[in-house]
Structure formats: structure tokens, C-alpha cells
């Protein structure tokens, strides 16, 4: 049974850097892709980031030039880092990975904090 464990979500003050971290561990063939969605209160999930095996990168308007999204295939692992953190960054941070191939089962991690202080 593959499993997501996140690390890295916390509280940061305004113009500082938080990186996450999410760890794929169990039977797992291969990761066709690993990316990181926020939600904040009262709003849908929305995208961050994703990064395929490929090593091709996505990311919302909103944190483009202030996030990076990177990976560690051998160790299954997606890192987000977030530098030049705003108030609006303030949100439920999601991992997810989706297996295999571009159909293959999406699999969600079960989310972080991550709180920007004003």
C-alpha cells in the first residue's frame, strides 16, 4: 500500500522561506507525476505545482518566480520550496503523486499547515 507522508508545514513571517517535503513509500512501480495542491479557507483546491518524471514543471501564476517544485526519483520524493512567502500563501498544502502512467490511481497526501503571519 503506497503512502504519502508530508513534512515541513508550519508557521513563517511575511517575505520568509518554508520548503516541503513528501515522501512516495511502499510497492511502487514507478511515478508518472508528484505535485503539491493548497486550499484555504473557503476556497477550492487549487494547483501549486507538479513535476513529471520527465523532470517537466508546472506552476500557478500565482507563485511563479517564488516556488520551486523539484524531485528525488530515488527517493520518491517532491520537494516544494517557498521563498518570498505572502499572507495569501496561507493555506492547507496538499501532496499528491499520481502512479504509473498518466492514467494510472492519484494518490493524496493528507496535507499540511502552512500559516504566512502578518
Known amino acids: 500500500q503506497v503512502q504519502l507522508v508530508e513534512s515541513g508545514g508550519g508557521l513563517v513571517q511575511p517575505g520568509g522561506s518554508l520548503r516541503l517535503s513528501c515522501a512516495a513509500s511502499?510497492?511502487?512501480?514507478?511515478?508518472?507525476?508528484m505535485g503539491w495542491y493548497r486550499q484555504a479557507p473557503g476556497k477550492q483546491r487549487d494547483l501549486v505545482a507538479t513535476i513529471t518524471s520527465g523532470g517537466s514543471t508546472n506552476y500557478a501564476d500565482s507563485v511563479k518566480g517564488r516556488f520551486s517544485i523539484s524531485r528525488d526519483s530515488a527517493k520518491n520524493t517532491v520537494y516544494l520550496q517557498m521563498n518570498s512567502l505572502k499572507a495569501e500563501d496561507t493555506a492547507v498544502y496538499y501532496c499528491?503523486?499520481?502512479?504509473?502512467?498518466?492514467?494510472?490511481?492519484?494518490?493524496w497526501g493528507q496535507g499540511t499547515q502552512v500559516t504566512v503571519s502578518s
Open positions: 499528491n503523486a499520481r502512479l504509473g502512467n498518466s492514467l494510472g490511481p492519484l494518490l
Open positions: 511502499g510497492s511502487i512501480f514507478s511515478i508518472y507525476a
